[in-house]
């Protein structure tokens, strides 16, 4: 319900214009409006009224036979049948407000819940993707597999330095510095320590001489790495135990396990390996099954710290990632980040992102699925919208405008009849008309794709 100050209103009629669901009129020069008793749903025979998230009621005219009983009970006689359609009910949609060109209307003062922390931190071991080579030496020396590459092309050099490690007569190195890496065939002892030792098969041996292949494509800026954050999120999802976070540090049990030992004999937590609650948790899919392995869960991050001094580069460490709950400037309200968050710590509240830090565990999701890159991330990791659909409903829209007016990419507009429908051909399925709809008269589907 938006309010009136008496005070101030002059009874001008510019929030009755305004309103596009005529739940305003002007008595003795004062705005009255609904007051969103919610009566009218009550006593709906056909359920055709219903509350939207903003605290407002709409009608869905595909249920509506125009009864008139929501009229019978409106307590401020605000109800009316005109043109075949029922209205007068606020739906809380706000145009009125700046309508109103002397401020006398306003919204009811909100009552936010209170939270404790003003910031979230998630400590782990983090990269400084500008210092990171992408050789991959840390995920070879990773014991849980919880880093992965998005690309490295097996049987070529990526600078590793394995068998700079293990060459017992320093006979492997650049010839100028940043350079490919060669074998100095007048030191090398031909002990194929270097060819046995290598994890990307690098190195070729043939005739008593030894080469290593190199890339032909840029190792830097193709390859992406993506590690487990220890967000936790699958701990929390793990029914049996089998996850568990012991002081700070995620731990795997497999005796615990539903899909692993199982010596508790309890039953499956999902139908395959691929559906664990586990599994579909972690943001970053890094989280799997592998049944030949002893360990049969890879993917989590152990905190061991064996991967920061096999990083001859520094870019891995342990670290607190902190988030303030800042939001970018191009944030467009879209409500992606609020649909994904696994925690519900996010909503969008008087047009902007809000935070809950009680409850955020800066998996990051939101940061990655948010398609206009508004929210910060330390993961390269990134779903992209590839597809979708978009439609309005136009047996529920009230013809706000509020669509219209956050739409960034000028998708909606009316049509040749006056209703407003969306041009798929602009629209990139963002959902910032859905949000900011408050009759609940558009739907978006979209597919996402991972990407590194």
Request: glycine fraction near 8%.
């Amino acid at each position: 319900m938006f309010l009136s100050n008496p005070g101030k209103c002059q009874g001008s009629g510019d929030c009755v214009d305004a309103c596009p669901t005529d739940a305003i009129r002007v008595e003795d020069g004062k705005a009255k409006s609904c007051i969103t008793c919610g009566k009218c749903e009550q006593v709906c025979p056909n359920k055709a009224i219903f509350k939207n998230k903003y605290g407002g009621y709409v009608v869905d005219r595909t249920k509506c036979n125009l009864c008139g009983m929501c009229a019978k009970v409106c307590p401020v006689d605000m109800i009316r049948i005109k043109d075949g359609k029922i209205m007068g009910l606020c739906s809380n949609c706000g145009v009125c407000v700046p309508a109103c060109k002397i401020g006398a209307r306003m919204a009811p003062p909100s009552r936010p819940e209170p939270i404790e922390n003003t910031e979230v931190s998630r400590r782990s071991i983090t990269i400084n993707h500008e210092d990171c080579i992408e050789c991959g030496r840390c995920a070879y020396f990773c014991p849980s597999n919880s880093i992965k590459f998005s690309y490295i092309e097996p049987g070529v050099c990526t600078k590793c330095d394995t068998c700079i490690d293990v060459c017992p007569r320093n006979a492997i190195g650049p010839i100028e510095e940043g350079g490919e890496y060669h074998i100095d065939m007048t030191k090398c002892a031909l002990c194929y320590k270097c060819l046995i030792e290598c994890p990307n098969d690098a190195i070729v041996a043939n005739h008593l001489e030894i080469e290593i292949k190199h890339p032909e494509y840029d190792v830097e800026n193709d390859t992406k790495m993506v590690a487990c954050m220890n967000c936790n999120l699958c701990a929390d999802a793990c029914p049996n135990d089998g996850l568990q976070l012991i002081d700070g540090k995620l731990r795997y049990d497999v005796g615990y396990c539903s899909l692993g030992n199982n010596e508790n004999g309890v039953e499956h937590c999902a139908e395959d390996y691929a559906h664990a609650p586990c599994v579909s948790a972690c943001p970053q899919g890094i989280l799997q099954f592998v049944p030949e392995s002893k360990i049969t869960l890879e993917g989590l991050c152990v905190s061991c710290g064996g991967c920061i001094p096999q990083c001859k580069y520094g870019a891995r460490k342990f670290s607190n990632t902190v988030w303030d709950g800042e939001i970018k400037p191009q944030c467009i309200k879209c409500g992606i980040c609020v649909e994904v968050c696994p925690k519900g710590a996010l909503s969008i509240e008087d047009g902007q992102v809000k935070v809950n830090f009680d409850e955020c565990v800066l998996c990051e999701k939101c940061a990655m699925h948010c398609p206009v890159n508004a929210i910060p991330k330390t993961t390269p990791m990134k779903m992209r919208i590839t597809n979708g659909y978009s439609m309005i409903n136009n047996n529920l829209c009230i013809n706000c405008g509020l669509c219209v007016d956050a739409c960034v990419f000028n998708a909606i507009s009316p049509d040749e009849d006056g209703n407003l429908s969306i041009n798929n051909d602009h629209c990139i399925y963002c959902g910032a008309c859905k949000t900011a709809c408050p009759a609940r008269a558009i739907k978006i589907q979209r597919d996402f794709e991972a990407t590194i």
